[in-house]
T-cell receptor, first 109, second 113 residues
Framework: DAKTTQPNSMESNEEEPVHLPCNHS???????IHWYRQLPSQGPEYVIH???SNVNNRMASLAIAEDRKSSTLILHRATLRDAAVYYC??????????FGAGTRLTVKP | DAGVTQSPTHLIKTRGQQVTLRCSPK?????VSWYQQALGQGPQFIFQ???????QRGNFPDRFSGHQFPNYSSELNVNALLLGDSALYLC????????????FGPGTRLTVL
């Protein structure tokens, strides 16, 4: 299983962009990079996933390094509602998602 | 669509007892996974059910067992409860076992005294 390294915590100001990094240097060629987030007192919530190319959806963008050993989740304009723990999960499928400790994002008004 | 629902919301048990947690997947989903989340940690995969069979299992003892019913709902059973089993138990559903978004329920908070 690929190991991930994420900052324990990050802070952002409201309405500013946030870049959440993740290192996954042992990722295999078939692993997708999934991002989930967990708001306080809720179950995790899917954010985005990708394989090689950068990906965009209504919630965020995912920038994947050319060597796929790292990726960055980009929230274009952070809101207070984006305060959560963000998990980066390199995985081939969703049979057994291996959540790490994640990054706790604090958004300041 | 109600999404993934779990019951009960909270539960208090004593050591040695048995507990059953329930999960109804999102409409149209046929695959259910269970996770255990200890306080301050990320969720840990317990097992996954598809077509009423356990397809994959994480590193959990046999005290943890499950079942999936023909309507795709699922139960998680834990026998001989230990204090360390106190956690948030999350259920997730998806429409297949590959690259599909997983939808998580709000969880059941189990406290073992």
């Amino acid at each position: 299983d690929a190991k991930t390294t994420q900052p324990n915590s990050m802070e952002s100001n409201e309405e500013e962009p946030v870049h959440l990094p993740c290192n996954h240097s042992t990722i295999s060629g078939t692993d997708y990079i999934h991002w989930y987030r967990q708001l306080p007192s809720q179950g995790p919530e899917y954010v985005i996933h990708g394989l090689t190319s950068n990906v965009n959806n209504r919630m965020a963008s995912l920038a994947i390094a050319e060597d796929r050993k790292s990726s960055t989740l980009i929230l274009h304009r952070a809101t207070l509602r984006d305060a959560a723990v963000y998990y980066c999960i390199p995985q081939y499928n969703n049979n057994d998602m291996r959540f790490g400790a994640g990054t706790r994002l604090t958004v300041k008004p | 669509d109600a999404g993934v629902t779990q019951s009960p919301t909270h539960l208090i048990k004593t050591r040695g007892q048995q507990v059953t947690l329930r999960c109804s997947p999102k409409s149209g989903h046929d695959t259910v996974s269970w996770y255990q989340q200890a306080l301050g940690q990320g969720p840990q995969f317990i097992f996954q059910y598809y077509e009423e069979e356990e397809r994959q299992r994480g590193n959990f003892p046999d005290r943890f067992s499950g079942h999936q019913f023909p309507n795709y709902s699922s139960e998680l059973n834990v026998n001989a409860l230990l204090l360390g089993d106190s956690a948030l138990y999350l259920c997730a559903s998806t429409g297949g076992v590959f690259i599909n978004e997983q939808f998580f329920g709000p969880g059941t908070r189990l406290t073992v005294l």
